[in-house]
């Protein structure tokens, strides 16, 4: 089987930025959703810190985002308390994986992007990319917005491997 880090490249169609390693895989044994470093080699800020890879789930969370699905989470995770104190949770935790995943580095912007949201979301209550959060709720499973949005994607997975056709 090939190495994690080469699989991602070819998912992405170029090498990824700050891979620290894998968080999910997809039911054929592939990678999902990579955790990102907080910062890449040269010190720059990468604040996705969970990442997703697999390209039916790209492709699937884009057409959800293209047909309004930002604005619809968003104005769901304003109304909804459930999802509004979800989205609190997994920001807050967001925050501790990347302080934690840093280990007291602070890179070019002397640590400021460790407190952005997911998906380096300065007001984490305004969503921004549909991607990050299904990547974090893949990652972290108890994350219940992430979770509703997810419940979208249906199929979840396809039936066969999208990825193995690229390695």
């Known amino acids: 089987m090939m190495e994690d880090r080469s699989v991602v490249e070819r998912q992405l169609?170029?090498?990824?930025?700050?891979?620290?390693?894998v968080a999910c895989r997809c039911p054929f044994g592939l990678p999902a959703v990579t955790e990102q470093a907080p910062y890449?080699?040269?010190g720059a800020p990468f604040p996705t810190t969970?990442?997703?890879t697999c390209p039916h789930l790209v492709a699937a969370v884009s057409r959800l985002e293209a047909a309004g699905g930002v604005q619809r989470w968003s104005d769901a995770a304003a109304h909804e308390p459930s999802l509004r104190d979800s989205l609190r949770r997994a920001s807050a935790r967001q925050r501790r994986v990347r302080r934690a995943l840093a280990?007291?580095?602070t890179g070019t912007d002397g640590g400021a992007s460790l407190d952005l949201g997911i998906g380096g979301a300065s007001r984490p209550e305004r969503l921004k990319c549909l991607h990050a959060h299904v990547a974090f709720a893949l990652a972290e499973p108890d994350y219940e917005l992430g979770n509703q949005i997810l419940a979208e994607l249906e199929p979840l997975w396809p039936k066969r491997c999208c990825s193995r056709e690229q390695i």
């Open 40 to 42: 890449d080699v040269e």
């Open 13 to 21: 169609g170029r090498p990824p930025r700050a891979f620290a390693r």
């Open 103 to 105: 280990g007291g580095r």
């Open 50 to 52: 969970y990442y997703l």
